[in-house]
């Protein structure tokens, strides 16, 4: 007997109680912040040296890459570790779904990874803090190690497009679960939001944990109000005890 897939889709709100605030969501601070967006537009970055130069200097004050995991993220550890197969397809770049405990390979991130750097001419990759490192030494906009060439954090600008390989993989988990959850997120930025309703289309249960009402509220089995802080540990509580379960 199999036990039932659980995807669950993660969002901004599932990280505000580890003091994230929202920077990309429709309401984000960057889309109300002409200036700070442009620190993440694609064309902004590789075009102006004194962009870069900032984006730097933000991500030296990122609150994201000294944030612990809260109850939420643990408690998806938990159901994993219950020997529940889950898989996490995360909108959030703040890797406190690892952090917690989940295995990386369990993992997808849509918008990329704040705690790895990455070059945009050879695509060599390293943890975050290097270059950081290297910023705190006096490096403005510090080159490519391998091949001198710009880098960025390994997060998905504005004006990039998502990994392809992650988003099959993505909608690949949507088709195949038997429960999804949509945590803290308004479920209005594609492709994510309609992996909700794809996930649907293939039978899921579909269990909405948000503040606000989401446009997938009415295709729902369950919608939840409360904080994601007690909704998810309860609502996963009920799913490791194998309600529904058992195939
Ligand atoms: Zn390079």
């Not at 912040?33 to 200097?57: H, N």
């Not at 990455?118 to 080159?143: I, K, N, S, W, Y």
């Amino acid at each position: 007997m199999t036990r039932p897939l659980v995807a669950l889709l993660s969002g901004a709100g599932i990280s505000t109680d580890s003091g994230i605030p929202d920077y990309r969501g429709p309401n984000g601070l960057w889309r109300r912040d002409p200036e700070a967006e442009k620190l993440v537009t694609y064309d902004f970055y590789m075009g102006d040296p004194e962009i870069r130069r900032r984006s730097w200097q933000m991500r030296r004050g990122n609150r994201t890459l000294r944030a612990e995991p809260n109850a939420a993220h643990r408690a998806v550890v938990d159901l994993e570790r219950a020997g529940v197969p889950v898989r996490v397809i995360t909108q959030n770049v703040d890797g406190l779904h690892q952090l917690a405990g989940l295995p990386a390979r369990k993992v997808l991130e849509l918008h990329g990874s704040a705690r790895s750097f990455v070059c945009t001419r050879c695509h060599a990759r390293g943890p975050m803090r290097d270059a950081l490192a290297r910023v705190e030494a006096g490096e403005e906009d510090p080159p490519c190690l391998e091949c001198g060439g710009i880098l960025k954090s390994a997060t998905v600008f504005f004006g990039e497009r998502l990994d392809p390989v992650v988003l099959g993989q993505a909608l690949a988990i949507a088709k195949a679960c038997q429960v999804f959850l949509a945590v803290g997120t308004t479920l209005q930025v594609q492709p994510a939001a309609g992996l909700a309703g794809v996930a649907a289309d293939h039978g899921a249960r579909l269990i909405v944990v948000n503040a606000e009402p989401t446009p997938y509220d009415a295709r729902a089995d369950e919608v939840v109000r409360e904080p994601i802080g007690t909704a998810l540990p309860r609502l996963l509580a009920a799913l490791r005890d194998g309600e529904g379960g058992g195939g």
